[in-house]
DNA sequence: GCATGATCATTT
DNA sequence: AAATGATCATGC
C-alpha cells in the first residue's frame, strides 16, 4: 500500500520525456502507476494534483526550500486550465518577505529565483470534470523572456517598496500588472512579522506573491494556441 | 511558523 | 463570471 516511488530524472532531456509520457492520461490512471488514489474532490486536498506530478515525473515529494528539480535547475509548476486552455487560477510562486529586505535587489530575489526555469504541466481543472477523469497536458518548459522579465521586475519593485516602507497591510491584490500580493497563510490566526507604518514591528497575515492569470494566459496560449 | 503543494468560496 | 481574500493538508 505504500507509493511507487520514481528516481528523479538525471538529465532535462528524460524529465521532458517523462513528462510527454504522462501527457494524455488522466489523474486516474498516473494515480494508480504510483500506487496512490485519487480524493473525490480537492476542497480538502488543494495540493493533491501537484503532489501527483511530482511523483510521476520524480521530484522529491515534501518541503524542501531548493527547486523542485534542483541539479537541472527546473522549477515544477501545475496549472489547472479550462478546454480553451487559459488557466483557471493565478500561480503561487514564494512568500513575501516582510522584514529584512534592506538592500534586496530583483536580480537575487525569491521570486526571480523561482522563476528562471519553469516546466508547466497544464492540468484539466474544471469542477464539473470528476477529479479521476481530468487529463494532463502538454508539458512547457519555459524561461522568462527579457520582457517579461521586466514585467515582472516592475510589479515586484513597486509591491517589495510598500513592504519596506511598512505599507504592507494597504496591499490589495489588485496592484501589480502581472505579480499581486495576496495572504497565503493556514487561517486569519497565522502571524508573521512585519514593518509598520511608523516603523514598528507588527504582526500580520503571511502573504505570497502569484502570477495573475493575464501573465500566464499568453505564455500558454504561445505554446498551446 | 514557514515552506512545500495549491484551490476554495465570498465578494465584486 | 471573474478576481480577491481566505483557507486546506503535510512535515518539520
Not at 76 to 104: D, M, S
Request: hydrophobic share 40%; aromatic share 6%.
Amino acid at each position: 500500500m505504500s507509493i511507487a516511488y520514481l528516481a528523479p530524472p538525471e538529465s532535462e532531456a528524460e524529465l521532458m520525456r517523462r513528462a510527454q509520457q504522462i501527457a494524455g492520461k488522466t489523474f486516474a490512471e498516473v494515480a494508480s502507476e504510483r500506487q496512490i488514489k485519487a480524493p473525490a474532490n480537492l476542497q480538502r486536498n488543494k495540493g493533491w494534483v501537484g503532489n501527483l506530478i511530482e511523483l510521476a515525473l520524480g521530484a522529491q515529494a515534501g518541503s524542501k526550500a531548493e527547486q523542485d528539480f534542483a541539479p537541472l535547475g527546473i522549477e515544477l509548476k501545475t496549472i489547472p486550465i479550462n478546454a480553451q486552455g487559459q488557466p483557471l487560477e493565478t500561480t503561487f510562486v514564494c512568500v513575501a518577505p516582510l522584514t529584512g529586505n534592506i538592500g534586496v535587489t530583483w536580480q537575487y530575489s525569491h521570486v526571480r529565483q523561482k522563476l528562471a526555469k519553469v516546466l508547466w504541466i497544464p492540468v484539466e481543472g474544471e469542477r464539473h470534470i470528476p477529479l479521476a477523469e481530468r487529463r494532463i497536458g502538454a508539458p512547457l518548459l519555459w524561461q522568462p523572456s527579457e520582457e517579461e522579465d521586466q514585467q515582472l521586475q516592475a510589479d515586484w519593485e513597486e509591491l517589495m517598496e510598500m513592504i519596506a516602507l511598512g505599507r504592507v497591510e494597504a496591499i490589495t491584490a489588485r496592484q501589480g500588472e502581472y505579480l499581486q500580493i495576496r495572504p497565503k497563510a493556514a487561517n486569519n490566526r497565522a502571524l508573521t512579522e512585519a514593518i509598520g507604518p511608523s516603523g514598528e514591528r507588527i504582526l500580520t497575515l503571511p502573504r505570497g506573491f502569484y502570477l495573475k492569470k493575464r501573465f500566464t494566459a499568453p505564455l500558454l496560449a504561445q505554446h498551446f494556441g
